[in-house]
């Protein structure tokens, strides 16, 4: 039995697809949907680290009429529990070259690294896959790559080492130490912290002086820089900014981005500009 981790819902769909024509790769699908790579990671005395995750994302979505419940570790413990009770299950973590899923690969091994010799990574960081066309290209995610290729990609799977699990182990406990709003990938396995703005000026150089809408603006960000957090994440961070009075409202934040409009402030007729040095 293999339990394959993978971080979100569009990259679960491909692997379930692959692993329904591969018997070597039966098994469940464990589905991380926390976006580790934004938001705090370190709790309050007497939080649970899921009450923590929930909290933070029901500040950030504001339109959700229910509760926000993340519960990502319970299904990681879980998962852990059928390791400790058969020992003929392994888990694949499937890692892709993207700051979601590198965050989850360093949580998991803080629950299931114990499990070495089961414990294998599928990472398909730098290596090619075939498109729908027959072309080649280099993912950064598992949701784009054909289920086809995701069982050859089996072949990629590998145990972690001791060493691995030695080094790797430690940038958890760096990762929440530093407890930043923000963690990108700087190549490898390599996550950096940084602070909850850091894709303001982004946003920002999509805002004029005439009001857009907010998907508008976030969807045009993500495109030109290839921002990995999501639009939910820019969303929040573009409310912040009205509330900061770094842009105007017209329309209610409390509903979803194309219900409101965001501008900078004035009508740019005494705005002066500068070229960055």
């Given at each position: 039995m293999?339990?394959?981790?993978?971080?979100?819902?569009?990259?679960?769909?491909?692997?379930?697809?692959?692993?329904?024509?591969?018997?070597?790769?039966?098994?469940?699908?464990?589905?991380?949907?926390?976006?580790?790579?934004?938001?705090?990671?370190?709790?309050?005395?007497?939080?649970?680290?899921?009450?923590?995750?929930?909290?933070?994302?029901?500040?950030?979505?504001?339109?959700?009429?229910?509760?926000?419940?993340?519960?990502?570790?319970?299904?990681?413990?879980?998962?852990?529990?059928?390791?400790?009770?058969?020992?003929?299950?392994?888990?694949?973590?499937?890692?892709?070259?993207?700051?979601?899923?590198?965050?989850?690969?360093?949580?998991?091994?803080?629950?299931?690294?114990?499990?070495?010799?089961?414990?294998?990574?599928?990472?398909?960081?730098?290596?090619?896959?075939?498109?729908?066309?027959?072309?080649?290209?280099?993912?950064?995610?598992?949701?784009?790559i054909?289920?086809?290729?995701?069982?050859?990609?089996?072949?990629?799977?590998?145990?972690?080492?001791?060493?691995?699990?030695?080094v790797?182990?430690?940038?958890?406990?760096?990762?929440?130490?530093?407890?930043?709003?923000?963690?990108?990938h700087?190549?490898?396995?390599?996550?950096?912290?940084?602070?909850?703005?850091?894709?303001?000026?982004?946003?920002?150089?999509?805002?004029?002086?005439?009001?857009?809408?907010?998907?508008?603006?976030?969807?045009?960000?993500?495109?030109?820089?290839?921002?990995?957090?999501?639009?939910?994440y820019?969303?929040?961070?573009?409310?912040?900014?009205?509330?900061?009075?770094?842009?105007?409202?017209?329309?209610?934040?409390?509903?979803?981005?194309?219900?409101?409009?965001?501008?900078?402030?004035?009508?740019g007729?005494?705005?002066?500009y500068?070229?960055?040095?």
């Open positions: 293999i339990y394959h981790i993978v971080t979100g819902d569009v990259a679960a769909g491909p692997l379930r697809e692959a692993i329904a024509t591969e018997p070597a790769m039966e098994g469940p699908v464990v589905v991380m949907k926390d976006v580790l790579s934004v938001g705090p990671l370190q709790k309050e005395e007497g939080q649970k680290f899921s009450e923590m995750r929930s909290a933070f994302w029901q500040t950030v979505v504001t339109n959700e009429k229910s509760p926000i419940q993340v519960d990502d570790l319970e299904r990681l413990l879980e998962t852990g529990n059928e390791l400790s009770k058969n020992e003929d299950a392994r888990i694949w973590l499937w890692l892709a070259p993207w700051p979601a899923d590198i965050s989850t690969y360093y949580w998991s091994l803080k629950y299931l690294g114990k499990y070495t010799n089961r414990f294998f990574v599928v990472n398909i960081a730098g290596l090619p896959f075939l498109d729908e066309n027959g072309k080649v290209f280099y993912p950064k995610s598992i949701g784009e054909r289920p086809k290729e995701l069982v050859k990609a089996r072949k990629l799977a590998r145990p972690i080492t001791a060493g691995e699990l030695e790797d182990g430690d940038e958890w406990r760096k990762l929440t130490t530093e407890n930043a709003g923000i963690r990108v700087e190549g490898g396995k390599k996550l950096l912290s940084k602070t909850e703005e850091h894709y303001d000026n982004q946003l920002m150089s999509f805002c004029s002086h005439q009001f857009q809408k907010a998907s508008k603006i976030v969807s045009q960000a993500i495109a030109r820089y290839n921002i990995p957090t999501g639009d939910l820019l969303g929040w961070r573009l409310r912040r900014m009205v509330e900061g009075g770094r842009l105007e409202l017209q329309g209610d934040t409390s509903k979803l981005l194309k219900d409101f409009e965001v501008k900078m402030p004035g009508d007729t005494n705005a002066q500068s070229l960055p040095l």
